[in-house]
């Protein structure tokens, strides 16, 4: 679909080249690097991102806050150890970043969303 307008495929490269130049891009992948040369570490990241996943889908209310503080004091010790926390912290920032500029773009074009999605 970008190969039909040039301009758009031009600029939408020139952002995914600003990203990858970004500190906030840089830091999620030399901590990614970090934790890949440690072995068994994704996984354990990963199955804390998926029981965390789950709580926040199968729960609502003061339910998922008391889920969430037991999960969190059950964790702590894993997130806190500092290759961890720094791959966590700089994954939460750069999906905040991606979040940032889809909401941008969502604000300045016009797209209808139906409610309830």
């Known amino acids: 679909m970008l190969k039909g307008d040039p301009?758009?495929?031009s600029s939408l490269e020139e952002l995914i080249s600003s990203i990858k130049n970004s500190e906030i891009y840089r830091n999620y992948i030399s901590a990614s690097e970090a934790v890949g040369r440690e072995p068994g570490?994704?996984?354990r990241i990963d199955e804390y991102r998926r029981n965390n996943f789950l709580?926040?889908?199968n729960h609502e209310g003061e339910e998922?806050?008391?889920k969430?503080?037991?999960f969190e004091l059950e964790t702590a010790a894993f997130r806190s150890e500092a290759l961890v926390d720094k791959f966590l912290c700089a994954e939460r920032d750069?999906?905040?970043l991606k979040q940032d500029i889809d909401n941008k773009?969502?604000?300045?074009l016009e797209f209808s969303?139906?409610?309830g999605f």
């Open 7 to 9: 301009k758009i495929e």
């Open 41 to 43: 570490l994704q996984e």
């Open 55 to 57: 709580l926040q889908q």
């Open 64 to 66: 998922l806050l008391q």
């Open 68 to 70: 969430l503080e037991a």
């Open 94 to 96: 750069f999906v905040r």
């Open 105 to 108: 773009m969502l604000e300045e």
């Open 113 to 115: 969303v139906p409610a």
